[in-house]
């Protein structure tokens, strides 16, 4: 069996072509690709500007791009310590299997360390059985109890304006 060369990078903004391709993949995976709205212009201001908001690490086989991870910094209360929220992990189907992910995760886990993270957190479908065989792997215990809530763009845009209508 071939050992392949596998690297973990941090992204730079010339990968954004690969980025725009990776999360339009991704969105595919999920089975919502008409959910993916990035475009190369908001990535290169969110990602690399002044301020990131989030950050991606790149997976690359013998210098070609095969995977992502984006993630960004979040802050338990009950813990009293930063920790990291994985949005999004992605390996292309042809390279799965061949510790791509795995070496993904190595890497958000040091990232955590360094940062005096005590979590790191992120959703998986329950249709994945695959991902949740591959976290539960890594040592990632699988919550059920709690449900992901998500306030849409409308849905915020309408509670504002209720908010400005309070006295």
Known sequence: MNKINISIRDALPTDIP?????????AEFDGC????????????EDFFGDKPL????LAEVDGNAVGFATYHFIYSTFLAKPGIWLD????KAEHRNKRVGELLMLRLCQIA????CGRIDWTVAKSN?????????????????????????QAIATNASLQEKIP
């Open 18 to 26: 690969n980025i725009m391709k990776f999360i339009h993949l991704k």
């Open 33 to 44: 690709p008409e959910t993916a709205k990035a475009t190369p212009q908001k990535l290169e």
């Open 54 to 57: 989030a950050f991606i690490l």
């Open 88 to 91: 999004d992990l992605y390996v």
């Open 113 to 116: 360390q360094e940062k005096g």
């Open 129 to 153: 059985d695959r991902g949740i065989k591959f976290y539960e792997r890594m040592g990632s215990k699988i919550v059920e109890r709690v449900r992901l809530c998500r306030l849409d763009s």
